[in-house]
């Protein structure tokens, strides 16, 4: 009888267990979240300087976790993190968790060509079909340069 209240309390543990955030990188340092979306409506407000972004992880890079995108919190809202390749690796399995990431916003300077390489090469790298068609010549292409996160697992 003592073994299986052992065992019993030693699971309930187990599953009352919290998740843990793992960090990467330089961590997280900043104490004030800044919104994706007001950060995509002004970006010159922001460019050049230090953000903390929450949201979940919808994307990872697959071939060297140099990348991941955070949902905003406006429907069908985005914004990509990129790092060094190699000196931060998000792993496949953030995708659906929660991350706190901080970095520096940047407005990623591309020609139309540019973007349309880009967004051929993220198809293919995703295994999609790529239509050309859905290229937005208004759009900034805003992102973090990631310098650390959290990612709640």
Not at 9 to 27: D, E, N, Q, W
Not at 66 to 84: N, S
């Amino acid at each position: 009888m003592k073994k299986l209240i052992l065992l019993l309390l030693a699971a309930s543990l187990f599953i009352a267990s919290p998740s843990f955030a793992k960090t990467y990188g330089k961590g997280v340092t900043l104490e004030e979240t800044t919104l994706v979306s007001v950060i995509l409506d002004n970006p010159d407000d922001y460019i050049g300087k230090m953000v903390r972004i929450e949201g979940m992880i919808i994307d990872v890079c697959s071939k060297r976790g140099c990348w991941m995108y955070v949902a905003g919190d406006r429907p069908h809202e985005k914004i990509q993190i990129k790092v060094l390749d190699g000196e931060i690796v998000f792993p496949m399995s953030a995708m659906g968790h929660i991350g706190i990431v901080e970095g520096i916003v940047e407005e990623l300077q591309m020609s139309e060509q540019d973007k349309l390489n880009y967004l051929k090469h993220m198809a293919e790298e995703k295994g999609k079909p790529f239509d050309p068609s859905h290229l937005d010549s208004n759009k900034r292409f805003i992102r973090l340069v990631g310098l650390g996160a959290e990612i709640n697992e």
